[in-house]
C-alpha cells in the first residue's frame, strides 16, 4: 500500500491503490445510499401526512363546535366522542353500506378491466392504439370534470341518458330523476367510478400480458384449450401477482372515494348513500361537530385497516396454497 505524505501536518495518510476511499468505507456509503434516497420522500410523508394525522388524533378527543372555535376554547371529552359513535346505529349502517359498495364496484372493475385489458392484447396495433389513447383520457379527466359530466347525462331534464331511453320507447323514462332514491343515485355513482378505474386496470393488465412467454399459448391451443381455458390454466396463474396487487388498490381507492358521492347527491337523498368518508365530512363539517367528525375519520381508517389486513392475509394464505 502506498504511502503519501500529509505536508500540513507532517503525518502519513493511506492512500489505496487507485486513489479512492477504502472498501469497507465504499461499502458503507453504498448500503446508506438507498436510505439517503428515501429520506425526501419520508419526510414528506411525515409533514404532510403524519402530522395532520397527530392533530386529527388530538382533536378526536376534544368537543370543538363552532362556540369553541370562536373563543379558543379547549374541551377535552377523553374517549366520549368514540363512544357515541360506536354506540350509533347510524355509523354500523354507514359502515355497511360502505363495505358492500366497495366490494360491488371493485369486483365490476376487476371483471371489465380485465375483459377490456384482453381485448388490448388481441386487436391489432391500430385499433389498440385508438382504444389506449381513450382509456388515458379517461383515466386524464380530473375527477370534479367528469362527475360533472356524469351530472349532466344523468339530468332529469336535460339529460343524454333520458333522451336516449324516451327515443328508445322508455316514454317514462323522460322526466325521471336519477338521484331521486337511494338505488337509483347508487347507479350512477358505480358507474361513474368503474367508468373512472378501468383505464388503470385496462392499461396494467395489458402490460403484464405482454411478459407471458407465447409459447405457454401455443402449448395451451395444442393441447385443445379453449379461450376460458386458456386464460384460466395460463394467463391468470402466471398474473395472479397483478390481479393480487391490483384488486388491493382499487379496494383503497373506492372505500374512500368522497368527490364523486359528494357532488352527484352529497350523499342523499336523505343520507341514504353516504359511505364512511361523506359521514365524516358531514358531521364535522356539516353539522360543525369537529371532535365528532375527526373521530369517524379516524374510524374509518381503522376500517379500511380491518380489511386490507384481512384481504392480505387471504392473498399471502392462497400464495403458500400455491407453492
Do not use: C
Not at 209 to 231: H, N, Q, S
Amino acid at each position: 500500500m502506498a504511502v503519501q505524505l500529509d505536508g500540513a501536518a507532517g503525518r502519513t495518510a493511506p492512500r489505496t491503490g487507485k486513489g479512492g476511499p477504502p472498501p469497507a468505507r465504499r461499502g458503507r456509503a453504498a448500503r446508506g445510499a438507498p436510505y439517503l434516497l428515501l429520506l425526501p420522500a419520508l419526510l414528506a410523508t411525515a409533514v404532510f401526512l403524519g402530522w395532520p394525522m397527530v392533530r386529527n388524533l388530538v382533536l378526536s378527543f376534544q368537543n370543538l363546535n363552532m362556540k369553541e372555535l370562536i373563543q379558543h376554547l379547549t374541551e377535552w371529552r377523553g374517549t366520549a366522542n368514540y363512544q357515541e359513535i360506536l354506540g350509533s346505529s347510524q355509523f354500523w349502517r354507514v359502515t355497511l353500506r360502505t363495505v358492500v359498495f366497495t366490494g360491488a364496484n371493485v369486483v365490476l372493475i376487476m371483471v371489465f378491466g380485465t375483459l377490456i385489458g384482453l381485448l388490448l392484447a388481441r386487436l391489432g396495433k391500430k385499433m389498440r392504439l385508438v382504444l389506449s389513447v381513450a382509456l388515458v383520457l379517461a383515466w386524464a379527466m380530473p375527477v370534479i370534470a367528469a362527475t360533472t359530466v356524469f351530472q349532466w347525462l344523468f339530468d332529469s331534464r336535460y339529460g343524454v341518458v333520458n333522451w336516449v331511453l324516451d327515443r328508445l320507447g322508455r316514454h317514462s323514462m323522460a322526466g325521471y330523476d336519477w338521484v331521486g332514491t337511494q338505488l337509483s343515485t347508487f347507479f350512477v355513482i358505480t358507474v361513474l367510478i368503474v367508468w373512472q378505474s378501468l383505464p388503470f386496470v385496462a392499461l396494467n393488465l395489458y402490460a403484464a400480458t405482454t411478459t407471458i412467454p407465447k409459447e405457454l399459448y401455443e402449448a395451451a391451443r395444442m393441447d385443445g384449450a379453449g379461450t376460458w381455458k386458456v386464460f384460466t390454466s395460463v394467463t391468470f396463474p402466471f398474473l395472479r401477482p397483478f390481479f393480487l396487487a391490483t384488486t388491493f388498490l382499487e379496494v383503497i381507492w373506492v372505500f374512500k372515494a368522497f368527490p364523486q358521492i359528494f357532488a352527484i347527491n352529497q350523499g342523499g337523498p336523505d343520507r341514504l348513500t353516504e359511505t364512511l368518508p361523506i359521514y365524516a365530512f358531514t358531521e364535522g363539517v356539516g353539522n360543525l361537530h369537529f371532535g365528532m367528525g375527526a373521530a369517524i375519520s379516524l374510524l374509518t381508517i381503522a376500517v379500511l385497516l380491518v380489511l386490507t389486513a384481512y384481504y392480505l392475509r387471504l392473498t399471502l394464505k392462497q400464495e403458500e396454497d400455491a407453492l
